[in-house]
């Protein structure tokens, strides 16, 4: 028995050196393990694909909307202080506009220096800053007031006209006894009574004041044209289009002594931001004033978007679609041939000169034009009414017409067209005669006419336009705008056979069966040509883009900082809600892996038992759990990464534009993408931890029991 | 291999049994489940001992505790109390390295579902043992053909467990289970799952190795094509050896138990 005893303890000894396998071969099973269950590692896979996409588009979502939140802000806060200053340099601003201005001033600002070196005694600008404080929230009471009390208290007066009729005791009175009535309960006045009979009784001094000052910012502004040699609009226009640097900063140094000398409160910088942003707050000013034209109201609904029209739900389709691009370019054309006059003259103007001329050409032409030069019937049965109608007969009955030609071939057919009286002469001689015209009716007016174009083309050969012209400044001006290649690039479209010549045009435009068609074609024509020598619209279209785009981000983002902030706390880059969104991404994330990798080391349980049973160490089964989770983890990570980016880049597109690209946070994202796959790998082996330790310690029998 | 466990590696298998070496030794096994407050005594007091080269067939009904008693002589599961000597050397004190040492080089195991591994070519799934027992790539790759060889299915190496039959997939576990020369083969059932004629063959298998390569082997089974091939019955009923017999004292019966017949009457005739 000690014997037997022996042997065991020594036994026991050598069992100690278990082999354990290498790293390398438990990784090669491990490949081959994920390889030979490809479909159920590819579901696991993408549970972490999407856990970690998830995380992934949270986060950089965030990080891209703080960053062109912070670019836009910057570029948008330069653009007002450029708009600002613009207003501060306009000549004809509306004085309630200067009082709006006034009522917000804080001392010690800029321009509450300028507006108080302007308007005398630091007292007085005090009391002006008071009154215009007041105005502000009388006016606003009575804008407020429904139409009847309003209309009972102060009659029909409206805005200043208020304050200038309760000036007068009595209509105060008639005020105060009103307010008294019992419909008035609801009417509270701000301040009390009192505060606005001392108002009204300062209402002239106040006016007086604000003319004075209105008029100091207007001599100030003088001042400094005087000094620039231009308006100072102008001279900033220049500051901004200069393209060399150092030329641009010697004209904005005189900007500023200019500017300063003359009271303003400027400094170097904001004339640097305000000259970089000119171009682009043109842009869209132009644009502001610009589309509300009743063309562009009009066709709004040609674009079926869903809304009334509106100059910045234009702006923000514009730098979206195509579409409306084109319809914008094409409603501007019209615009544009509306606003200029396209043709030198008006339509009345061109009717008369053209028949002025007419009648030029055609006298021109009837002494030059006879029927025998055989140019002009064509038909047989034209050359017998020729020969019919010479006949004693016609010249004697011709004189009862009354006409002052003498009787001719040629003076018929002329009058043939135009006189009735002619016509029924014509027919009533033939029916006495014993033989009957040779044709119908319809062959002598074809012929009339044929003969009048043959009038009329020597009549052109004989006459040219411009001699015609000379003396009418305005008919030269057309005879000379109707060599434009336009008309004659088009002039076939008229199916008239005379060549093209501005004569031509001219003479046919009256008078004329085809004369509607030319006038049309006159016209029509003169809008393309105003289309082309001028731009329809006043900025081009890059720079409409870009401050629509500009406007679009800023849209979004200040719907963005408005939801971060009605949700409370919101610090630097990261908002409560956002860390909320983190927090329950990664927990998706968390439960989803560890659900994923439990089921896959679950199922698996019998594969463990028999491992065991053939001498697998706990360790190996621990070991390979988690190279096959890590291993998954990562490529999920990884794909999750990619997914997760392309699709917040894609939303932050669609969201900001353009200036997702310009304010893109690359460095961020790129720590953001490490720190995902991190997390995504580093969760898929913690998540395996638990079920591999509770396969590698059970007995192989449970575990083969384990369905 | 430590000559301290391999002692009878070379022995010659006497005739008595008795006198061959002992791989098995259980001493008043008792095992008791637990389950909320029912106790459930799977085994009630074993003593029994395996020699080197016995082939032993336990037999029971089920719930009789036969899966328990092999679990536990298999190192599989432990016992409430009591001792198991494998060796000589007693299961209960060795820990997870000892354990997976024992399983690794000392038993071999057959399961009624072959439990092969599914993603590993036959080759692989023989040479799996060799490779937690340290042995190097051209070793493992050399004893593995020598094995498939043994069982027929050397040219078969390369496939799958899916690509094979169950006789197959079987033939492969058997020689899986005999990577590292163990000294006793456990198996559970190993014809359940297979018809007549392949059932047959396993046996044979096992048959030859018991008789070619001395290993001990013990095989829970109701099947009794077994009766004719084992040395030795052993019938379990309630925890308790209730009869153990050489196959010489009942192979006079043979014909009464082609079928499924009452235990109890080949009993009376063995006592």
Redesign the interface.
Known sequence: MEQ??E??I???K???D??K?SFR?SFEFCV??I???FFRSAVTLSVIVLAVAFLMNILTETIISNSVARGVQREFERLYVADIFAQRLARNTPRSTLVKELAKLKPEQPRWKELSRWSGSAAEFEQLIQSAKLEIEFTAFFDALDFGRKRRLVKRNDGDAIFEYLVDPTPQREFAQDLKSPEMAAVTIPHELPALWKFENDWPAYRAQLAALEKSIIAALDTVDARLGMPVEKALDAAANLKDPAAAQARRAELLTALTSAGFEVTADELTAVCADRHKLAALRLFRDYVPDAEFRSHWSDLKIPGDYKPEELLKHYITEEKVRKWVRDHAEVVATRTTTPLPVTRDELLTFSNAYRVLVQNAGRSIAHLSDGEVYKSERQKKFINYIDNPVFTEKWKTLGLPEEFSNENLLWYFNDNRAVRRWLLDTAASLPNPLPCSEDDVKSLAESYLRWVQKRGLQKVPLEPAAAGNPKFEALAAYLKDPEYKAHWDELGISTDYSPAAIMLYCSADEKSPQVIGYVESNARHIASRVKAPLPVTEDEIMEVGKMEEARTSVREMQAQLESRGTKTEGISERTFWLIAVSFLVCVVGIANAMLMAVTERF??I??????????E?IMTIFLIESGLQGLIGAVFGVILGLILAVMRCGAAYGFYTSSYFPFVDVLKNSGVSTAAGMLLAMLAAVYPAWVASRM????A?RVE | MNPAVTTTADAELEDDPNERPVIVRTVELRKTYYRGNTETHALQGIDYVIHRGDFICIMGPSGSGKSTFFNIIGGLDSPTSGRVFIDEVDVAQLDAHELAYLRCRKIGYIFQTYNLIGQMTALENVTTPMAFAGLDADARRERGMKLLDLVGLKERWAHRPLEMSGGQQQRVAIARSMANQPSLLLCDEPTANLDLKTGKEILGILRKLRDEQRVSVICVTHDHKFLSACDRMVWIRDGKIERSAMRSEIEIHEAEVGGLSELGDLSGVGG
């Open positions: 037997v005893a042997k065991g020594a036994v026991k050598a069992v100690r278990q082999e396998l071969r081959s393990s390889r030979h269950r019998r594969e038992a028999t491992m065991k049973c053939l001498g697998a160490l706990d190996f007995a192989p029998m449970e083969m």
